[in-house]
Each structure stands twice: as C-alpha cells, then as structure tokens.
C-alpha cells in the first residue's frame, strides 16, 4: 500500500478553543481555493469514505460551512436502482463538477468496494468487476482535468459505538441511525477485510487513497481541510499547534538509529531518552 498516505495528525490534544481558531484559519484558505477554482474554471472532487459515524457528513460541513454556494454541490446518495447498480459508473459521472466547481461525496463510489459486498448489496461479479475498472475509470477523470481527492476516515469499533449510543439517545440525531448501520456493525470484520482489500488495490501514485484517524471529530476534521489547503493552496501554512505534519524526526537511543519519525513519535521516544538519561545518572 506504497501509494495510500496515512496522514499524521499535527492536532494531537488540541482544545477547543484552539480548534475554533484552526477551523476559520483553514476555511479562509479554503475559500481561497474555491475562488480560484471559479476564476480558473477547474473542476475539483473530494470524496469522504468509511464505516457509519465516522465523521464523514460532519466534516464535509466544515468544509463548505464558508465557501460561495453557487459552487459546491454536496452529493448523498440513497439506494441505487436496479439501473444504476448495474450501470454504477455512470451513475457518478453524471454527477461529476462542472467548470469552477467542487463536489463532495458523503460516501462515494467506493460504496460498492465497502458496504455493498459487506452486506450482499451487490453480486461478486459487479464486485469484481469494480475493482478491476476503477482506477482506470478515475485516470480518466484525472485526463478530463478534474482534480480527486479521496479520503478514508477511520474510526475504531468502542468509538463507534459511542457514537451510536449519543445518536439514540439525541431527540435532535436519533434519525441518523437505521437499521442498516446496526447490522453493519455486526459484520466489522467482514467490512475490515473489504476495506484492506480496497485499499491495497485501489489506490495510485496519481489517485491515492487519504486515510485519517477520526476517532476524534475535530482533530479529523482540522487534518483533511489541512492536506487540502496544502495540496491546493498557493502559500505554505502552518498549523497553529507549529508542528509540520509532513517532517520526518530522527533520533538515536543507545546507538540505535530511528528515522523518518512523526513529531508525535519523536515526542514519545525524547521523553524515553531523557527519562533514561536521568535513571542513568541515578545509579
């Protein structure tokens, strides 16, 4: 999986406080970006996948939550028809950005790599089939000038349910949770096996899958609005927390060499050099 980019987050901890200023700071370069899609006349596709209460919906509307209306659509699709499902492609390029526009997918074609084998939706030939074609079928999208990017949020199976349970139990979220979600949760470890097959063989050098940590909503959130700004924005930006979620760290502990750190490695193994600098010293 050479080609799938697992973003470290530089919003490990970050309080709310802090969060509300990262989001405004992100969503001015966001605006940015949309205008110069609109004067340009690109066309641009960000698409949000992952298991029920992810965060996906939730991110998408910190996305758009200060772009210019006019140019972004926010597709949600239901149940496809005995039409679309055998015509599957089709059914999302029709769907596609026009000139100076963004489109975000809450959950995308990807559905029929996850939750359709996962709970029979679809037969093992459409299966099949689909992950032969479909990054063929996205490098064409890229040779039509439109610009993908692909984002899997990843949550673990305790903060799912949490979630699950604050839906029930919220007079104003309770609708967000069918019966679908609940049997999908029953086969985790057969939506697993989808996933890690997904990502294996659907991404590439010029269509690579994003995957994020969205155990926590706002570090999410703040992390897939930050790859865009840096993937898109005319000008560096730094985070607020000041750390470069794309530096590698290095250190040597007792002659051994580790590389090619994150900061939140680096951290953890400074703080076990320095703890084992002191007990030295002690004896």
């Not at 530089?10 to 609109?38: C, F, H, M, T």
């Not at 659509?73 to 499902?85: D, W």
């Not at 939506?191 to 659907?202: A, I, N, P, R, S």
Request: charged share 30%; glycine share 4%; aromatic share 12%.
């Amino acid at each position: 999986m050479k080609s799938v980019r697992r973003i470290q987050t530089p919003y490990a901890g970050i309080s709310l406080q802090d969060y509300w200023i990262e989001k405004n700071r992100l969503q001015y370069e966001l605006l940015r970006i949309q205008q110069d899609i609109v004067s340009k006349k690109r066309k641009l596709v960000i698409t949000f996948d992952g298991r029920d209460a992810a965060g996906k919906g939730a991110t998408i509307k910190r996305f758009v939550e200060n772009l210019m209306p006019k140019n972004y659509r926010v597709i949600e699709l239901g149940v496809p028809t005995k039409k679309e499902s055998k015509r599957w492609f089709l059914r999302y390029e029709k769907l596609m950005p026009k000139p100076g526009e963004i489109v975000f997918f809450d959950r995308s074609w990807y559905n029929r790599a996850l939750i359709e084998p996962t709970m029979g939706y679809c037969t093992k030939g459409q299966y099949r089939y689909f992950m032969s074609k479909v990054l063929d079928w996205e490098h064409n999208l890229l040779d039509q000038q439109i610009d993908l990017v692909k984002f899997y949020l990843s949550v673990d199976s305790k903060t799912q349910l949490i979630r699950f349970n604050d839906r029930i139990n919220d007079p104003f979220k309770y609708w967000k949770l069918s019966p679908t979600d609940l049997q999908a949760r029953k086969k985790w470890d057969t939506f697993t096996k989808y996933k890690e097959q997904m990502l294996v063989h659907t991404s590439s050098e010029r269509s690579p899958w994003v995957t994020v940590n969205s155990n926590s909503k706002i570090e999410a959130r703040l992390t897939c609005m930050l790859h865009v700004v840096r993937l898109f924005g005319k000008t560096k930006f730094t985070p607020l927390t000041g750390q470069d979620v794309y530096k590698n760290y290095s250190i040597e502990i007792d002659g051994v060499p580790f590389k090619g750190l994150s900061a939140q490695q680096f951290a953890v193994l400074t703080e076990l050099k320095d703890a084992n600098s002191v007990f030295s010293k002690e004896r």
